[in-house]
């Protein structure tokens, strides 16, 4: 495995931001009442963050380091003005129903942890490669809880009739609502425990969940402001 | 002679009551309103109770049996979460969602915080409002009374949309109104309560101070102010007696200090009372107690009594 693929491969399994890292729980939460939407809030990441990560990426040595996180967010915060006046233009039922949480991914900690712990350290390519795995694991991540919640509250499949359309069905709108993203996101972080149990038996394991990204302290870009450093599991956001 | 002077450690006054005891008593407490449910609602009540009950009792053994944990079927606790959550569902609700709301009661509710005793929420209201949120038309279809004349609105609805003089309290009483299986006989819930205080099982701190509270806030703040028969109309309508007497005296979800009690019986009444004369509905007993469950343990941490011969000292610099 070469270290683009290792980059995929990290970004959707090992550290999936939605079911390992527990990064963005505020949209996960909040836009994944059908399939369509998470897939669209996670398509609209994916596109911001490779963008961000290739250009943080080659402005890493010229960005001052006293004044990187505002660098970063001016960055991040235009390319969501281009992605949210895009969708705007293009697809507006989709911007409608994202709402708020389009500009909100300039504050979606994903972004500005991927530009702080990878792409303010490594080359262009690997960044960009970064930028996909992470943003597809989150697309992932968005598209299932939205595919189950949608499936078990609206009874529908990408807004095609699924089980609605068995006589006497109907479906628990819980699902669609607050409470079902807790339950149905629990359920899935629980189911991704066990695999991470299984992987672990077997000698290949999952990174912790919501640590350190690196648990590196002396590389660590954090480590001047950090209070966490001799705990283990410090969380870094 | 030495045998007078052997002393074993404590306790050395033991209660006959168990688990099981206390849950059967509970269960013969129910059975005036489960009775007066079926014959109210017919057959169709007998079906969606014994469904009910049968989905809690088999969720409980298969989580078991999943996570290697003793069976816990023999306690009762499922049959009465099961009953329990059964009085709390119209008639006229389909059985599979009964079945999901029983699975949602016992599985998510109880057996995933611990199981009996670990819960933090009434499982059987748990599993009520999980389905009222989830198929609230089907949960609010009351239509399937015996009586013909009141078929339709609940006594609480019709008091809030065409006013006092659309319902009589007498039939509010004996339960010739439409509602849920087990909510519409005060006088059913009533012979279960007495059954129940004279058994031993509940003392009247929570239920008194839960009517009491919600009396008083719906005299000087309901809809008809300061009118006792719209008083009394509220406390017979609707699933107050049923939640006051059953509900919110299960031993898990509240507060074990007898101060405790009385404040979370002061709760529970408050949120009733707030929920239905400002809320989107007619009813909001369940969501009472269990928001009054959640805040168990903050009313436990403060009302713990003082141990006996243990004066308070006043630790200088310290206010508390």
């Given at each position: 495995m070469?270290?683009?693929?290792e980059?995929?491969?990290?970004?959707?399994?090992?550290?999936?931001?939605?079911?390992?890292?527990m990064?963005?729980?505020?949209?996960?939460?909040?836009?994944t009442?059908?399939a369509?939407?998470?897939?669209?809030?996670?398509?609209?990441t994916?596109?911001?963050?490779?963008?961000?990560?290739?250009l943080?990426s080659?402005?890493r040595?010229?960005?001052?380091?006293?004044?990187?996180?505002p660098?970063f967010?001016?960055?991040?915060?235009?390319?969501?003005?281009?992605?949210?006046?895009?969708?705007?233009a293009?697809l507006?039922?989709?911007?409608?129903?994202l709402?708020?949480?389009?500009?909100?991914?300039?504050?979606?900690?994903?972004?500005?942890?991927?530009?702080?712990?990878y792409?303010?350290?490594?080359g262009?390519?690997?960044?960009v490669?970064?930028?996909?795995?992470?943003?597809?694991g989150?697309?992932?991540?968005?598209?299932?809880?939205?595919?189950?919640?949608?499936?078990l509250?609206?009874?529908t499949?990408?807004?095609?009739?699924?089980?609605?359309?068995?006589?006497?069905?109907?479906?628990?709108t819980?699902?669609?609502?607050?409470?079902?993203?807790?339950l149905?996101?629990?359920?899935?972080?629980?189911?991704?425990?066990?695999?991470?149990?299984k992987?672990?038996?077997?000698?290949?394991?999952?990174?912790e969940?919501?640590?350190?990204?690196?648990?590196?302290?002396?590389?660590?870009?954090?480590?001047?402001?950090?209070?966490?450093?001799?705990?283990?599991?410090?969380?870094?956001? | 002679?030495?045998e007078?002077?052997?002393?074993?450690?404590?306790?050395?006054?033991?209660?006959?009551?168990s688990?099981?005891?206390?849950?059967?008593?509970?269960?013969?407490?129910?059975?005036?309103?489960?009775l007066?449910g079926?014959?109210?609602?017919?057959?169709?009540?007998?079906?969606?109770?014994?469904?009910?009950i049968?989905?809690?009792?088999?969720?409980e053994?298969?989580?078991?049996?999943?996570?290697?944990r003793?069976?816990s079927?023999?306690d009762?606790?499922?049959?009465?979460?099961?009953?329990?959550?059964?009085?709390n569902?119209?008639?006229?609700?389909?059985?599979?969602?009964?079945?999901?709301?029983?699975v949602?009661?016992?599985?998510?509710v109880?057996?995933?915080?611990g199981?009996?005793?670990?819960?933090f929420?009434?499982?059987a209201?748990?599993?009520?409002?999980f389905?009222?949120?989830a198929?609230?038309?089907?949960m609010?279809?009351?239509?399937?009374?015996k009586?013909?004349?009141?078929?339709?609105?609940?006594?609480?609805?019709?008091?809030?949309n065409?006013?006092?003089?659309?319902?009589?309290?007498?039939?509010?009483?004996?339960?010739?109104?439409?509602?849920?299986?087990?909510?519409?006989?005060v006088?059913?819930i009533?012979?279960?309560?007495?059954?129940?205080?004279?058994?031993?099982?509940?003392?009247?701190?929570?239920p008194?101070?839960?009517?009491?509270t919600?009396?008083?806030?719906m005299?000087?703040?309901?809809?008809?102010?300061?009118?006792?028969?719209?008083?009394?109309?509220?406390?017979?309508?609707?699933?107050?007696?049923?939640?006051a007497?059953?509900?919110?005296?299960d031993?898990?979800?509240?507060?074990?200090?007898?101060?405790?009690?009385?404040?979370?019986?002061?709760?529970?009444?408050?949120?009733?009372?707030?929920?239905?004369c400002?809320?989107?509905n007619?009813?909001?007993v369940?969501?009472a107690?269990?928001?009054?469950?959640?805040?168990?343990?903050?009313?436990?941490?403060?009302?713990?009594?003082?141990?006996?011969?243990?004066?308070?000292?006043?630790?200088a610099g310290?206010?508390?």
């Amino acid at each position: 495995m070469n270290k683009y693929t290792e980059r995929l491969y990290n970004g959707v399994i090992k550290e999936n931001p939605t079911f390992v890292l527990m990064l963005g729980m505020c949209p996960t939460l909040a836009v994944t009442s059908s399939a369509i939407n998470g897939l669209g809030m996670g398509l609209s990441t994916l596109v911001v963050l490779v963008c961000s990560n290739l250009l943080i990426s080659l402005f890493r040595n010229i960005i001052p380091n006293g004044v990187r996180i505002p660098a970063f967010i001016v960055i991040v915060a235009s390319l969501v003005t281009v992605v949210q006046l895009l969708m705007q233009a293009y697809l507006p039922a989709l911007s409608k129903s994202l709402g708020v949480y389009i500009p909100l991914i300039v504050v979606n900690c994903i972004i500005l942890g991927r530009a702080e712990s990878y792409a303010s350290k490594n080359g262009p390519l690997e960044s960009v490669f970064d930028g996909i795995g992470m943003g597809l694991g989150f697309t992932m991540g968005l598209t299932i809880i939205g595919l189950i919640r949608e499936i078990l509250g609206a009874g529908t499949f990408f807004g095609l009739a699924f089980l609605s359309s068995i006589k006497g069905y109907t479906p628990a709108t819980i699902f669609i609502m607050a409470p079902g993203a807790f339950l149905v996101l629990g359920f899935l972080v629980a189911g991704m425990n066990i695999v991470r149990k299984k992987m672990e038996a077997k000698g290949k394991p999952l990174a912790e969940p919501a640590g350190c990204l690196s648990g590196d302290c002396a590389n660590c870009g954090m480590s001047a402001g950090c209070t966490g450093k001799s705990q283990a599991a410090g969380k870094s956001e | 002679m030495s045998e007078k002077y052997q002393v074993s450690s404590s306790p050395h006054v033991r209660a006959k009551d168990s688990t099981s005891n206390v849950m059967l008593y509970v269960i013969i407490a129910l059975l005036p309103a489960a009775l007066f449910g079926i014959y109210n609602f017919g057959y169709k009540a007998l079906i969606l109770i014994l469904v009910t009950i049968a989905a809690c009792v088999a969720s409980e053994w298969v989580f078991d049996r999943i996570v290697h944990r003793k069976n816990s079927v023999p306690d009762l606790s499922a049959v009465v979460t099961g009953l329990l959550l059964a009085m709390n569902l119209p008639a006229s609700l389909p059985w599979w969602e009964a079945v999901i709301g029983a699975v949602f009661a016992i599985i998510i509710v109880k057996m995933m915080f611990g199981g009996l005793g670990q819960n933090f929420m009434n499982p059987a209201l748990g599993g009520r409002c999980f389905l009222l949120i989830a198929f609230a038309a089907d949960m609010t279809n009351y239509a399937s009374s015996k009586f013909e004349a009141y078929s339709g609105a609940t006594p609480l609805a019709m008091i809030r949309n065409e006013g006092l003089s659309s319902v009589n309290v007498m039939d509010m009483l004996t339960g010739k109104i439409p509602g849920t299986i087990g909510e519409t006989s005060v006088i059913a819930i009533l012979i279960g309560a007495i059954i129940m205080i004279l058994f031993g099982v509940i003392d009247l701190k929570i239920p008194a101070s839960y009517i009491i509270t919600f009396a008083v806030f719906m005299f000087i703040f309901g809809a008809e102010r300061f009118n006792m028969n719209y008083v009394v109309a509220q406390l017979c309508g609707g699933g107050l007696m049923l939640g006051a007497f059953f509900m919110a005296t299960d031993y898990v979800t509240s507060p074990i200090t007898p101060k405790g009690q009385i404040i979370f019986g002061i709760c529970c009444g408050l949120l009733t009372g707030l929920f239905r004369c400002f809320g989107a509905n007619a009813e909001g007993v369940s969501f009472a107690i269990i928001l009054s469950n959640l805040l168990v343990p903050i009313i436990e941490k403060f009302t713990v009594p003082r141990a006996f011969g243990v004066v308070k000292v006043k630790e200088a610099g310290k206010n508390e």
